[in-house]
Structures are given as C-alpha cells and as structure tokens.
C-alpha cells in the first residue's frame, strides 16, 4: 500500500475525519463533490460514490463506500466509479467495506442511509437535466416494497401494473394514494405511508390530500371512486407478473475461489479462515451475495482488477442483476461474511485494524493533516446512568432443589457462587404503570438442576404478571450495571447454601468453602460508581491484590481494610459500606499499601509479589439490531442499519446486541408459541456471535415485550413514549402517528369549530333538496338536535341518514342515470362533512380507527384490509358512534373542541409556560436549593439562554439525544 498516496484523487483530500455521509458525483470521468442539499437524490442517467463514515464508541472510525449505477448510466462512467472507490478505500487507508449498487436492486444498508425512501430522478448530468422544480408536475405510479428500508420504483401509469400483492403509491398532482393489495405485507402497507408523508412534504408543500383504497373494495362515491376514475374506470386487475428484478437469488454453499492474475480458479478443501492468505485476494460465491475478499497487503493495481474479475465472474454466471457484491479487507470483515465459516477465530483481525489505523494516520501526516479521531479502540470508562428508579421492592429468592426460599432483607445482595437466584424488582417508571424486573443469577459453580429450576420457576412468575417483566439471565461475574446498582452494596461469596451442591462438593471428596462470618476470606472491591458497587470473594492469598483496587481482610472477627496506592478514596468508602453489611457495627482496621502489619500478612500466608496495574475492560462496541431467520435448519441473522424505535415492528422479533447485553425483543402480535421460544433464540444468536465475533457465551439475555420496555433498553434509541402506547398492527399504529386519531387524513387548517358544522349542515341540506318532505324533515329536525343533544341522538341522526340513503341505493345501481350519481355523490359528501364533526368531537383511545376517516375500516393483521371510507346503512357503526360518544364523555372530551394530545413530556416543556430558577440555585449541591419541583428533571427549570449556557446546545437538540447521554450531560454538570 505505499503507492496509495500516488492514486490519491485531489478530490478525496481529507475525507472520513468526522461522522457522516459523502457523496461524488462522477462528470467527465472526475469525481465531484455533491452539496449536502443534493444528498439522497439520484439521478438514472449518473453514477455515484459514497462514502459513509462511521466513528465507534472506541474512537476508532469505520469506513463503507458504495458506487451506485444509474440504470440509464453509459458502462465507462460505471466503470470510472468502480475504480474510484478503490482509491477512495486506498485514501483512508484500505481498510474500508465496498459496496455496488445497482438502481432498483440497493442494498438495505444503502438504503438506510436515505430513509423513508430514496426515488431515483430522470435525467442525468450529461443529459443536460432539468431540476425537479423546473419541471412540470407528473403523474406517476410507484410500487413500493420493503418492511424497514422501502425500495421504490416507477411502473407505467396503467391498470395492468396493478396486482394484489404489492402496495403502490399513485401520486398525482392534489391527492396522493396508497393502493393496498389484497395479499399485500402489512407491514409493507405502514412503510408505504411514510413515503406518502414524504411525498407531501417534499413534492407537494405539505398541501396535497392523501387517500387510502383498498384492493377488492369498490365505492364509486369514494376515494376508491376517484382512483378507479384516473385508470379509466373499475375493471379487475391481473396477477402478478414476475420479472427479472423480482427475482431472489437463491443462497447456496459457499465456494472459495482464488484470484491469480485475472484468473479466477476454486479452491479445494474445507472453507476455513486459514485458506485466506493475506497477499492474496479471494472470491467467496454465497448465491445471493458475491464477496471479494482482499488481503491486507495487496497492492492498490492487485484490488482494481481483482474488483473487475468479481464482476466478470458474476456476468459469466448469469446471476440476476440483484445479486449483490462486496468488498471486504483483511481484518474488517463483515458478519455477513464471516457467518459461512462455522467459526472464526480471534486474533488477526486486530492487527489488520491497527494497521490500517496506522497507514490512515501517516497518510494524513502526509497531507498535513491532524489524526483527531484515529484513537485505538480501547474501552471506555462512559459513566451508565442509574437506569433502574430507586424506591422500587426488592425480592429475592435462593433455589434448593424443587424449593424457592425468600432471602431475609437484611441478606439481600449477599450472594453464594454455588446458588441459584430469582430477583424481582418491583418500581414505578415516569408515568406508567408498575413495571418489573425479574431475573435469574446463576453462580459460577452452581449445579445445572437448580439452574434448570430457576428458570422454570421464573417462568412461571413471569406468566403470572401476565408477561409483563422483563426477564433476564444474568451469570456471575457479567452482571450488568442496572443490576448491580440495585444492590448497596453487591456481594459475591464462596461457597453455597444449596444441598444440591453441597452434596456435589461432598460426592467429589472436596472441602467446603462457603463463607462464614468467622473463616479468612479475602474480599475485592469495585467502585466506586454505584453501577459497579460490587464486592467479590477472591483467594486469601497476597497474590490477590492489586495496588489500584482495594480489599477487605476477613481473619476471624477482625476485618482490615487494604487500600492499594492507586485506589480512589470513593473505593475506599464502598469498602467500608461493604464491611458494615457483612458486620454490622465491626470496627475497620485500616491498612495502606506498604504500611501493612505482620498480623495481615499472617493471615494471607505471607508476603508475596502482586499485580499493580488495571485490568483491561472489555472494548465498547456500537449497539446492533438484528432480524434472524432459519434457512434449511440452520440459524441466521440479518442486520437492521441504522435502526430507529420505528424498526421494531409489532408483528416481529428481533435480536438486540449491545455486546454488553443481549435482548430478544418481542411484538405484541407475535404469537404465543413463537413468544415462548425467545430465550431459545437468544442462547442461539449468542452461540453463533461467541464463535464469529467474540461474544461472551455468558453475556447478559433478556426478554422484552413491546409496550414494557425497561430504560436500559430505550436508552440505545430515541425512544418516543407516544409510540410506545399506540395499538394496533403496524398500519393501524403508522395510521395513528401519522394522521391522529380522531382526524381525517389531510387536517384543514380552516375547517373547525362551527364552521365545520355549518358546512356539514349546507352538505346535508343541498343533499335531501330532492328527497321527500317526509324524509327532509325528519332528517333536518334529527340534525339540529345534533348541536344540541347527547351520543344516544347523535347515532339516531347517523342511523337516520343511513335509512335515508338506503332507499336510492337500489335504483342506482339499477339505473345508474347522472342525475343520481350527482345525487349519490352529494349525499355521500353529506355523510364524509357529518362523520368528520362528529369524529373531530371525539376524543378516541389509541386502538380506535375514526368513524368516517378516509382510513376508517378494520384492517386485520393478516395484511387483508377492509373498507377504505365508511360505508351507509350499516348499524353497526352507528352503534360505534355512540359508544365512542360515550367513551369521550367518560374521559372528559368536549364535544366542541379539538382532541387533546397528552403531553408525556410535560416535565420537559419550554420553562416559559412555568416558572425558572437560575443554575445556581438547582444545582445538586446548592447552597440555595429550590423546593416543589421534580428533581429528575432540573435543566428543565433553565431558562433558553442559561439551559445553552450550561449545556452549550438548545433544549431541542438536548431532548432529540438518548435518555443515557442526557443523564451523563446532567452529571457533568451537577443537575442528575
């Protein structure tokens, strides 16, 4: 690699120094920057590279280029963007994943980039484009597929691209429309709205309508009506044609190939890291995916024509144009890559990540540019937020054989290496219910029957809060933070109270350790932050020590507290904490390194040499979400990008790894049987990451139901508790986020109040003008008691104009004249102006869909939906009517006025609705504390100005971050 400074393209100087995206256009064989403002659009006749830069919580940064093809792009301008990524990739050291992107067939991580949707644009630089906003507005038709990252692509504006197992998008110039398909994905449907919201955002100025229509549901009177009119009228629609972009390659065994001057040949044998040789370059062909594999020190000319002999091969096996391909560099593969091996030993990969850390560094040096940001990926010492509330009820169960015994309270947090534990933590989380914590913890040397009975007496537990905890299984020694700072303090012994491994110990002829409050035993302790307040029973020899920890000496009734010279005082306390909890009222004998009586070494069998240096903690790692799937028994993940509160999609399960800690998190439409199964999952991704990335086999595993999200999971996003609450499958929840409940789709900014009603009352008169006196009457006398009566009248009044209208519905469809399809449409007008007041009265809880709502109907999670507008004569929305009245009185609705949104965050408003307190006065340790205000929540009382001059960013900013880095910000500046 030490020609990469002679291919250095003038346009790459300085890329990859921050957290980001960067983007190249290719014009005349040249990369050119793009502007920020341009990002995300893509136009067919161009090609592109990206870069993505990603910086880790260890410091060090991570790179992933794309060149993406323009389906109109000519094969030279394509080709100019394949070997610019590999100097790009030689630029930041060679260290970087490569991607190809082929338009209509990207990559979900590509994808993940542009979210909700990226919509390829016509033209092309070379073609002399004209901007979007240039252009006159075009009606066009959109299929769009994908359950997280969407895929977007234009089909001809005809029926005949129609079909029921897709979601299309129709966006003309006023209204936009969302086609379901009869068989399509729900969750396909709840994207779909997304892209319609940016659509009417970007395209449209937010001014555009927005309509549902349902495939199999057709009301002329309807937005179905409208929809069908723009194809020229309703006809049915074919199946679905499958062409080539549809088709999925298939995933196969994996073959290795060699490359050897242009040639690509197989190689034999078993697939192993070890057949990878670091001067060579390699193809892995898995089917669906293509890999080249590049050794760290091949030359920049090897890996251009080693990237052409990929796509040779790929062309020469006729493998469909979605098939993907990447490049990966020796020491930063990816999982996708490493899940073919059956394993993958640690070891290599560090060494190829500090070398090409070292050649980015001696790069920039070259340009004369710092190395900020080029850190090792060491570990991080961030300070975790106290996540669990404190004031919450404590139980703790120890496990002996088939019985489950109660821990006295003054013994909670006395833990024996050889026992089993259930701890259930009982707390109050901000505005919700109870929640609860409830885990097991299994000692190192416990016995795998007590285990096993922990575990289903746990379950049964959990069953009987109606599977509202989170469950964990937690193993010594890998305690995680919120666990340990429940305990004040945390205590590890020796030995056990079980018969079970008593009786182990005995069958072995072994002697029996267990802690007695009058044996030697050496104690070490943690700290001093609460979140690792732990002390752990070690060997009661001098080797134990270590000059940066501290260490309790138990010798009979006697206790010495041995403070290394490294130690922090705060350590210090912690050991005296520990000390009162295992000897109440016991009188500390303090012992400094090096000042240390004959008596203490005594008891520790003499004076030897020891450690005094830190231990080395495990390296931070980014979080990463997870979908899993089994493909011919065998079990795989595939990796969500970028993920968002949004992925976690209520029909699904998914895997979340903080390489900490594990979750299998859980939708509420998951079923019963797969729900029982998700601690198997979980054991199974742990298995697969101990062997491909290094996982701890004993890491933390939870499970988490949607809706009882614990703060240590929402920690990792940016949690929204509005979302949280909200029912329903994914379209009904992305229905209700979206438009409000209670609202139709498109809001009016100036129908509301009486004004709305008066133009329901002028819609319904203008449609009886023709009906009988009869009918006129009593439908006008039920209305004007409308302003004035209850839910029983209102339903009358619905149920009235529903007898009203069903008595031309037949003459219609016999003799569909003009005048009565006028007629008709007045009159369903009337009851869309009459639905919309009184549904924009109601005030609906979160599972409800609005009555009259262009997106009122029962969509079942099986991804068939029902009516797209409310249908006449049906009683049994009348019935609902009323029962949704009734629910809005019952919670205090006003039937004059707007829904109210709850605001969940009330304690984090702008202070200008309450009153401000200086920094100074809410400071943790003032020395003029104020009173009556919620303490967990100080910066709130800030004033704008004061809040950015203590936390240098507005209020905004500070509430869009995690709820943990909010918690550290508040630390650091005495406001936690």
Known sequence: MSSSTKVLDPAFQGVGLKSGIEIWRIENFQPVPLPKSEHGKFYMGDSYVILQTTQAKGGTYFYDIHFWIGKDTSQDEAG?????????????????????????????????????????????????FRKPEQEEFETRLYICKGKRVVRMKQVPFARSSLNHDDVFILDTE???????????????????????????????????????????????ESDSGEFWVLFGGFAPIGKKVVCEDDIIPEATSAQLYNIVDGEVKPVEGELSKSLLENNNCYILDCGAEVFLWVGRVTQVEERKSACQAVEEFVASHNRPKSTKITRVIQGFETHSFKSNFDSWPTGAATTGAEEGRGKVAALLKQQGMGIKGMTK????????????????????????????????????????????????????????????????????????????????????????????PVQGRLFEGKEPPQFVALFQPMVVLKGALSSSYKQLIADKGLEDETYTAECIALLQVSGPSSYNNKAVQVDAVATSLNSTECFLLQSGSTIYLWHGSQSPFEQQQVAANVAEFLKPGVTLKHAKEGTESSAFWSALGGKQNYVSKNVANDTVRDPHLFTFSFNKGKFQVEEVYNFSQDDLLTEDMLIFDTHGEVFVWVGQSVSSRERQNAFEIGQKYIDLAASLEGLSPQVPLYKVTEGNEPCFFTAYFSWDHVKATVQGNSFQKKVTLLYGVGHAVEEKSDGSGPRQRAEALAALNSAFNSSSEKTSATSQDRLNELNHGGPRQRAEALAALNSAFSSSSGSKAVAPKHSAISQGSQRAAAVAALSSVLTAEVKQSPDSTPLGSPLAGNINPEGKGESARAETGRLEEVEDAEETEELAHETGGDGDSEPKQENLDDDVVSPSSRVTYSYDQLKTLSDTPVSGIDFKRREAYLSDDDFLSVFGMTKEAFYQMPKWKQDMQKKKMGLF
């Open 80 to 128: 100019t963007a394949a070997i610019k990524t590999v100097e790009l990739d030689a630029a930041l050291g060679g260290r970087a994943v490569q991607h190809r992107e082929l338009q209509g067939h990207e990559s979900d991580k590509f994808l993940s980039y542009f979210r909700p949707c990226m919509i390829p644009l016509e033209g092309g630089v070379a073609s002399g």
């Open 174 to 220: 006023s209204k936009i429309y969302q086609f379901n398909g009869a068989n399509s994905n729900i969750q396909e449907r709840a994207k779909a709205l997304e892209v319609i919201q940016f659509l009417k955002e970007n395209y449209h100025e937010g001014k555009c309508d927005v309509a549902i229509v349902d495939d199999g549901r057709l009301d002329t």
């Open 377 to 468: 990926n060491t570990a991080v010492n961030e300070e975790m937020p106290h996540l669990l509330e404190g004031g919450g009820k404590m139980e703790v169960w120890w496990i002996d054989g088939a019985n489950k015994n109660p821990l006295p309270k003054e013994d909670i947090g006395k833990f024996y290496s050889g026992d089993c534990y259930i701890v259930l933590y009982s707390y109050h989380a901000g505005e919700r219910k109870d929640d609860y914590f409830l885990c097991c913890w299994f000692g190192k040397d416990s016995v795998e029957e007590d285990q096993r009975r922990a575990t289903q007496l746990a379950n049964t537990m959990f069953n009987s809060l109606k599977g509202r």
